[in-house]
T-cell receptor
Framework: EAQVTQNPRYLITVTGKKLTVTCSQNMNHEYMSWYRQDPGLGLRQIYYSMNVEVTDKGDVPEGYKVSRKEKRNFPLILESPSPNQTSLYFC?????????????FGEGSRLTVL | AQTVTQSQPEMSVQEAETVTLSCTYDTSESNYYLFWYKQPPSRQMILVIRQEAYKQQNATENRFSVNFQKAAKSFSLKISDSQLGDTAMYFCAFMKQGGGADGLTFGKGTHLIIQP
């Protein structure tokens, strides 16, 4: 089954404790990206990757890191989480960066930073 | 930069009625794509319908159709014969051709409630 898998789905952590949200897709997609969703703000792009070893900042990259060492994986790293990073996070992938095909979303990861 | 505006934070209609969700956008791009995504309580983002700006014909997918007015920069979603399962947040989204740093630009969403 074609899918984008995120883990963990739910996480409560404390300020400053490094964490990683993993994202994996099984569709051989070149393009992957991370969004955060906050009430009243819709979804905003954090980082994206056009292909392996190619990553770049989106609209709200502060406080986040990513890596793309393999085509299928695109982890989101919070080196020192803060309460303003409490949010719902989505990983997404597509065949290519121009999105002529559908953008596939993971099921979301609810992160709470205390 | 692009902006997407959904002016209806919440809407409520009776089952089987037709409902139209509004979306306007602002861009200087001439080639782009527009999307409607559905987010049910499960939080999964589901693509409902997409429209290429170069196509004059409005996209349709079963009970879902759009009214794309390029000159007015308007992209409304019409749901016919609404069903209880249509209850969800609906997001309008814009993407310029080539995507990249801008990715998808989303509106703030419309919470649609279908009443039995």
């Amino acid at each position: 089954e074609a899918q984008v898998t995120q883990n963990p789905r739910y996480l409560i952590t404390v300020t400053g404790k490094k964490l990683t949200v993993t994202c994996s897709q099984n569709m051989n997609h070149e393009y992957m990206s991370w969004y955060r969703q906050d009430p009243g703000l819709g979804l905003r792009q954090i980082y994206y990757s056009m292909n392996v070893e190619v990553t770049d900042k989106g609209d709200v990259p502060e406080g986040y890191k990513v890596s793309r060492k393999e085509k299928r994986n695109f982890p989101l790293i919070l080196e020192s989480p803060s309460p303003n990073q409490t949010s719902l996070y989505f990983c997404a992938s597509s065949w290519s960066g121009d999105h002529t095909g559908e953008l596939f979303f993971g099921e979301g990861s609810r992160l709470t930073v205390l | 930069a692009q902006t997407v505006t959904q002016s209806q934070p919440e809407m409520s209609v009776q089952e089987a009625e037709t409902v139209t969700l509004s979306c306007t956008y602002d861009t200087s791009e001439s080639n782009y794509y527009l999307f409607w995504y559905k987010q049910p309580p499960s939080r999964q983002m589901i693509l409902v319908i997409r429209q290429e700006a170069y196509k004059q014909q409005n996209a349709t997918e079963n009970r879902f159709s759009v009214n794309f007015q390029k000159a007015a920069k308007s992209f409304s979603l019409k749901i016919s014969d609404s069903q209880l399962g249509d209850t969800a947040m609906y997001f309008c989204a814009f993407m310029k051709q080539g995507g990249g740093a801008d990715g998808l630009t989303f509106g703030k969403g419309t919470h649609l409630i279908i009443q039995p």
